[in-house]
């Protein structure tokens, strides 16, 4: 059975600089078409076909790639909906939410609402696929999966869980062809107002530890602080924290 793949891709944004680079879960989402297809995988993407960060997916080992040109203002669900339901698509693979713009995780589940398609959530694999089923295996807290069955056409949104993404040759991804295709697509009316700005994070408060027993100070001045959290003992000397150490000795009988 020869299947249809499409990989929906996006321009991401490094954590720390904020540099463009290729978004880690739809890097995942290729290469979890490519194991699936190998070449035969379609890659798609809404936006600027002159991005270069659009060669990181090509070098991958893709010999072409699929640019619906549209403004950034443009609302992408409506474009992809049009282009899916001309090309009989199999399975759309999507990352969990997108590094740069809204990033709300929305754009699979909107895409399927519009299709009329099942959405599987947070995949970390595609088994097999198997007189139009698919065995696919989703990712649980704590490295736990779960196997399902799903009946194609459907739309996955592939986790963090899923394969690495290959590195990406530079090579391959200049040889490679961005096919630009003229779509017609709507201006995201609520977007449009929309102004972005850095983000300022906020400090976070120190939790006072107010400990009655001598086993609560010497638990309070010997714990570790947990999940990057403070806290702040009130008038705890080192010779007060000698005393709730011997008080504590006494109390457990060590000292007699």
């Known amino acids: 059975m020869s299947l249809n793949i499409v990989s929906l891709v996006s321009v991401g944004r490094h954590p720390q600089s904020g540099r463009a680079r290729r978004a880690d879960q739809d890097g995942r989402a290729v290469e979890l078409g490519l194991k699936l297809v190998a070449k035969a995988l379609s890659v ?12 990181q997916y090509a070098g991958m080992g893709l010999p072409s790639m699929t640019i619906l040109k549209q403004d950034k203002s443009t609302d992408a669900v409506l474009v992809l909906s049009q282009f ?4 009989k698509v199999d399975i759309v693979l999507t990352g969990v939410r997108a590094e740069s713009g809204e990033s709300s995780g ?51 949104s592939v986790d963090h869980a899923a394969e690495t993404a290959r590195q990406s040759a530079f090579a ?34 120190l939790k006072t530890v107010k400990a009655k027993t001598a086993a609560e100070r010497f638990k309070a001045a010997t714990a570790k602080p947990e999940g990057g959290t403070g806290k702040v003992m009130k008038n705890e000397t080192p010779k007060e924290k000698a005393r709730a150490i011997f008080d504590l000795l006494l109390e457990e009988k060590v000292i007699r």
């Not at 097999?128 to 490295?143: I, M, T, Y």
């Not at 200049?174 to 630009?180: D, Q, V």
């Not at 697509?185 to 929309?194: A, H, K, S």
């Open 172 to 205: 391959l991804g200049l040889r490679a062809s961005i096919e630009s295709v003229e779509s017609v697509g709507e201006v995201d009316q609520i977007r449009v107002d929309w102004q972005e700005s850095v983000a300022k994070s906020r400090p976070k408060r």
């Open 84 to 87: 899916l339901q001309q090309e």
């Open 44 to 55: 798609v993407h809404v936006g600027d076909p002159d991005d270069p960060v659009l060669r």
């Open 106 to 156: 929305m754009v699979p589940y909107l895409l399927a609402h519009a299709l009329g398609w099942p959405v599987v959530a947070r995949v970390a694999d595609i088994v097999s696929v198997k007189d139009g089923e698919a065995q696919v295996l989703l990712a649980l807290p704590r490295g736990q999966r779960r196997a399902v069955s799903v009946k194609l056409p459907f739309i996955a």
